[in-house]
C-alpha cells in the first residue's frame, strides 16, 4: 500500500531557480526520509527527518516535516542539471517486524533542471 | 562506503525460465530488501530478510522466492518467469535491529525483461 505520495509528479525548472516537491502520508511515522534517483539506477539516500523535527538542512537541502498536517517538503536550492533525478519519500512502519525497519516509498517526483 | 551489489544491471529471459537475481553487500548489514520499480506504481516491497535463513513476505510476494544461506548475499528467485514480471529491480540493506532508525542502501538495479 502507498504511503508516501509526491506532488508534483513531474517539475522542469531552470537552472539555479529553486526545487520544492512535496510528500504527504497517511498513518503515524517515527521518520521519514527521501531518496533520489538518476535515471536508471538505485536510489541513494539524502536525508532523514524524526518524527520530532520540524526542519533539517544539508548542504543545498531543506527538509520540512509537518505532523499535523502529515506532510514533508523537499526544498532544493540553487539548482543544477547534476540535480535532474527522480525524488522520493520514504517513510517508516509504525510496527516493526522482527526488529527490521519497513519502509514504504512514494511514486516519486520527476525533476528536470533545464541549463 | 557501503556498497550493494547487483549480478546483472541487464537481463532478458524467456517465460517459463528459472530467474536467478543476486545481490551482495559488503557492510555486515542485517536487513535485506528486494523491491520491484514499475512506472507509476514507484517501488513495491517483494521480500525481505532480517538475519540469515530468515525472511518476510513484502507487499507482493506471489510468484517470487528469495535464499539468504549467508549474511551478505540476497537472492531472489524467479521459479516460472512471465511476462508481468519485467521490471526493474533493486536490491537494498540496512543496519540495525531493535527499532533503531535505519537508511537503507540500494544495489544499481537489474532490468528483467521477460519475452
Known amino acids: 500500500s502507498q504511503q508516501g505520495e509526491e506532488d508534483p509528479q513531474a517539475l522542469s525548472i531552470q537552472e539555479g531557480e529553486n526545487a520544492t516537491m512535496n510528500c504527504s502520508y497517511k498513518?503515524?511515522?517515527?521518520?521519514l526520509q527521501w531518496y533520489r534517483q538518476n535515471s536508471g539506477r538505485g536510489l541513494v539516500h539524502l536525508i532523514l527527518i524524526r518524527s520530532n523535527e520540524r526542519e533539517k538542512h544539508s548542504g543545498r537541502l531543506r527538509v520540512t516535516l509537518d505532523t499535523s498536517k502529515k506532510s514533508s517538503s523537499l526544498l532544493i536550492t540553487a539548482s543544477r542539471a547534476a540535480d535532474t533525478a527522480s525524488y522520493f519519500c520514504a517513510t517508516d512502519s509504525y510496527i516493526i517486524i522482527q526488529g527490521a525497519q519497513k519502509l514504504v516509498f512514494g511514486q516519486g517526483t520527476r525533476l528536470t533542471i533545464n541549463p | 562506503d557501503v556498497k550493494v551489489t547487483q549480478s546483472s544491471r541487464y537481463l532478458v529471459k524467456r517465460t517459463g525460465e528459472k530467474v536467478f537475481l543476486e545481490c551482495v553487500q559488503d557492510?555486515?548489514?542485517?536487513?535485506m530488501f528486494w523491491y520491484r520499480q514499475d512506472p507509476g506504481l514507484g517501488l513495491r516491497l517483494i521480500y525481505f530478510s532480517y538475519d540469515v535463513k530468515m525472511k518476510e513476505k513484502g507487499d507482493i510476494p506471489e510468484g517470487y522466492s528469495v535464499s539468504r544461506e549467508k549474511k551478505e548475499r540476497f537472492s531472489l528467485i524467479l521459479e516460472s518467469a512471465s511476462t508481468n514480471q519485467t521490471s526493474m529491480y533493486l536490491c537494498?540493506?540496512?543496519?540495525?535491529?531493535?527499532?533503531?532508525?535505519?537508511?537503507?542502501?540500494f544495489g544499481p538495479g537489474t532490468r528483467l525483461t521477460v519475452l
Open positions: 537494498a540493506s540496512s543496519k540495525y535491529r531493535g527499532g533503531s532508525t535505519d537508511t537503507q542502501y
Open positions: 557492510m555486515d548489514h542485517e536487513n
Open positions: 498513518t503515524s511515522i517515527n521518520n
